[in-house]
């Protein structure tokens, strides 16, 4: 499959004519909690031919192929991706963490080296917090999603990750569940996480009082006034765009 999928970058980057500089697994399957059918979600940033950026008229800064049962992939410009950077993305700063990469180029390195900066610790601690209570919804009902259930619970480890170690929480299940979940939950999050892997998406589970417990118990109001928020300033970002740019240009064009 890793190959068919780089297969799908290098026609994207053909038909589009542009350079795909960094490509990796999102969600579950980077998570660590797959089902049985689920799909290959393949996020990526490229850029385009320097003149291209140098035109009055707007070019799409998105590019995604039709999302069918196996894949959904799609990828955002590199100025796109460097203008959500300095917003401390969630979505961008889980990419940069996927432990399945498909593709890194040199140019992928100049972003990795300012994103310590710009990440905000109230922002991605608000998000994961704002996540996990969106889904509460779904706790409602006599059965519960094991989908979502994993998702609330990642969501928790996250934020209570930023908390403790003020970075960036790792993004696979098994290492929050290492250094968040206490240990008399560890075997409860396990049986649940063996259901996921070997059940399909749409798969319900009777509630698990100790889980739900420690969902209820960590989705309290903090404060987060002492949280530190990323840099302000434009230019490191400028100047890695500057840099991808040149280079794609002179590499590719």
Not at 2 to 18: P, T
Not at 21 to 41: H, L, N, Q
Not at 213 to 239: A, C, K, M
Request: contains cysteine; hydrophobic residues 35%; proline residues 3%.
């Amino acid at each position: 499959m890793r190959q068919e999928i780089i297969n799908k970058l290098n026609e994207i980057e053909k038909k589009e004519d542009v350079k795909i500089i960094y490509a990796v697994e999102s969600g579950s399957r980077a998570w660590g909690f797959e089902s049985i059918d689920s799909d290959y979600d393949v996020r990526f940033i490229y850029v385009r031919d320097k003149n291209e950026y140098l035109c009055l008229e707007e070019k799409s800064d998105v590019i995604q192929l039709p999302i069918d049962d196996v894949f959904d992939i799609s990828g955002w410009d590199i100025k796109k991706a460097l203008k959500l950077l300095y917003k401390s993305n969630p979505s961008l700063l889980e990419w940069f963490a996927s432990p399945i990469v498909y593709k890194e180029t040199k140019e992928a390195s100049y972003i990795r080296e300012v994103i310590p900066l710009y990440f905000s610790q109230k922002k991605l601690y608000c998000h994961y917090q704002r996540m996990a209570k969106t889904s509460l919804k779904y706790m409602n009902n006599e059965k519960v999603s094991v989908k979502k259930y994993l998702y609330i619970l990642r969501c928790i480890l996250s934020s209570q990750y930023i908390v403790h170690n003020k970075k960036q929480p790792p993004i696979e299940i098994e290492r929050l569940i290492e250094c968040e979940l206490p240990s008399e939950l560890r075997e409860d999050m396990n049986k649940l996480l063996m259901i996921k892997k070997n059940s399909n998406e749409k798969k319900y589970v009777d509630h698990i009082s100790s889980l739900d417990e420690f969902i209820f118990t960590n989705l309290e109001e903090r404060d987060v006034s002492s949280f530190i928020d990323g840099e302000t300033s434009w230019e490191p970002l400028n100047e890695v765009f500057r840099k991808v740019i040149e280079k794609n240009s002179d590499d590719m064009f």
